[in-house]
């Protein structure tokens, strides 16, 4: 017989079935019917990464540890909001996006990158495929920099390899334990096949994938030769924010927080209210329109949470001209 105390890692999740690593050998064990029995906020009791304890006959997992960290979005086709927990303790979180083929889609990068600030876990945004639309890398390259956001542009495609960028990336792997999130065909099968020989992940067709077949159907934790560990997601088309409040929401990007002192209103969430900074540097071309649209689209699922109530569009005129100005 085991002692209960003993530990475990979480590799991959099936169904109630977990993939898990004990002292280097992995098993599959079931999961305590207790953990299921108090509804919490989460839509799954355990994640990929979770660190578990196991029962007294070593047989079953019986607890989950305390996370260091975890990426979180709102769970899909849920009645009420719960949170989908998409990894655990992790140390950097990669949004990763095809600048061509499917086209790069700034709301899904964005919502990656502003749960990853909200948990206060470093990321980065890897544009992939830029052989094919090097202009179009250039201006995103450029939108995200602005905001903060580290970039990596790469191409895997033969004769085009960025090879210094390619070995920055891996580097960063071999040092963190890394999740990889973005949509489906943007290339992250591919991109960790370039940079950890021996992985092979399945890749598939951007037709396959039109057609609802993702080449990764599963969250699952993989080791990297060398150090370091990466999880790799399914393909994802949104990533909304889970239970995020109006106020909260404009300190997930910081091009836009820094400007607050600027605007009239202590209060201002940088919708229709008067004399806001956050809209003026948007006019001037200052602040990439891409990223405002995506807050505006995050700002008004933030007011509908709070006031279900709420008509359609009420965020545009949320107090701004009823609030009181900061004093000059």
Same mark, same amino acid.
């Given at each position: 017989?085991?002692?209960?105390? @003993? @530990?475990?890692?979480?590799?991959?999740?099936?169904?109630?079935?977990?993939?898990?690593?004990?002292?280097?050998?992995?098993?599959?064990?079931?999961?305590?019917?207790?953990?299921?029995?108090?509804?919490?906020?989460?839509?799954?009791?355990?994640?990929?990464?979770?660190?578990?304890?196991?029962?007294?006959?070593?047989?079953?997992?019986?607890?989950?540890?305390?996370?260091?960290?975890?990426?979180?979005?709102?769970?899909?086709?849920?009645?009420?909001?719960?949170?989908?927990?998409?990894?655990?303790?992790?140390?950097?979180?990669?949004?990763?996006?095809?600048?061509?083929?499917?086209?790069?889609?700034?709301?899904?990068?964005?919502?990656?990158?502003?749960?990853?600030?909200?948990?206060?876990?470093?990321?980065?945004?890897?544009?992939?495929?830029?052989?094919?639309?090097?202009?179009?890398?250039?201006?995103?390259?450029?939108?995200?920099?602005?905001?903060?956001?580290?970039?990596?542009?790469?191409?895997?495609?033969?004769?085009?390899?960025?090879?210094?960028?390619?070995?920055?990336?891996?580097?960063?792997?071999?040092?963190?334990?890394?999740?990889?999130?973005?949509?489906?065909?943007?290339?992250?099968?591919?991109?960790?096949?370039?940079?950890?020989?021996?992985?092979?992940?399945?890749?598939?067709?951007?037709?396959?994938?039109?057609?609802?077949?993702?080449?990764?159907?599963?969250?699952?934790?993989?080791?990297?030769?060398?150090?370091?560990?990466?999880?790799?997601?399914?393909?994802?088309?949104?990533?909304?924010?889970?239970?995020?409040?109006?106020?909260?929401?404009?300190?997930?990007?910081?091009?836009?927080?820094?400007?607050?002192?600027?605007?009239?209103?202590?209060?201002?969430?940088?919708?229709?209210?008067?004399?806001?900074?956050?809209?003026?540097?948007?006019?001037?071309?200052?602040?990439?329109?891409?990223?405002?649209?995506?807050?505006?689209?995050?700002?008004?699922?933030?007011?509908?949470?709070?006031?279900?109530?709420?008509?359609?569009?009420?965020?545009?005129?949320?107090?701004?001209?009823?609030?009181?100005?900061?004093?000059?």
């Amino acid at each position: 017989m085991q002692p209960s105390s @003993q @530990q475990a890692l979480v590799l991959r999740i099936d169904a109630k079935v977990c993939h898990v690593e004990i002292g280097g050998e992995t098993r599959q064990l079931p999961l305590a019917g207790k953990l299921f029995e108090d509804r919490s906020h989460e839509k799954r009791p355990l994640a990929v990464g979770d660190r578990v304890l196991l029962d007294t006959t070593g047989r079953a997992i019986d607890a989950v540890l305390p996370r260091s960290s975890q990426l979180h979005r709102r769970a899909a086709s849920e009645g009420e909001e719960r949170a989908q927990v998409v990894a655990a303790n992790i140390t950097h979180v990669l949004a990763v996006a095809s600048v061509a083929s499917p086209p790069f889609q700034p709301e899904l990068v964005d919502g990656i990158l502003a749960a990853a600030a909200r948990e206060r876990i470093p990321a980065s945004l890897v544009l992939t495929k830029i052989d094919l639309a090097p202009d179009e890398a250039k201006r995103w390259s450029a939108a995200y920099a602005h905001a903060g956001v580290r970039v990596l542009a790469t191409s895997t495609a033969e004769g085009h390899a960025t090879e210094d960028t390619l070995r920055e990336l891996g580097v960063l792997l071999h040092q963190n334990r890394t999740v990889v999130s973005g949509l489906s065909g943007a290339g992250k099968s591919s991109l960790l096949n370039t940079l950890v020989p021996g992985v092979k992940l399945r890749t598939g067709s951007l037709n396959h994938i039109r057609q609802g077949r993702h080449t990764t159907t599963h969250t699952e934790l993989l080791a990297l030769p060398g150090g370091g560990h990466v999880l790799d997601t399914p393909g994802v088309r949104n990533f909304h924010l889970f239970c995020t409040g109006s106020q909260e929401l404009q300190f997930l990007f910081p091009e836009i927080s820094t400007l607050l002192p600027s605007c009239e209103y202590r209060s201002c969430l940088h919708a229709d209210e008067a004399n806001c900074a956050v809209r003026s540097a948007v006019e001037r071309g200052e602040l990439a329109a891409s990223r405002y649209r995506s807050y505006r689209t995050m700002l008004r699922h933030a007011l509908e949470a709070e006031d279900p109530t709420a008509q359609p569009g009420r965020d545009s005129g949320r107090g701004g001209g009823r609030r009181r100005p900061r004093r000059r």
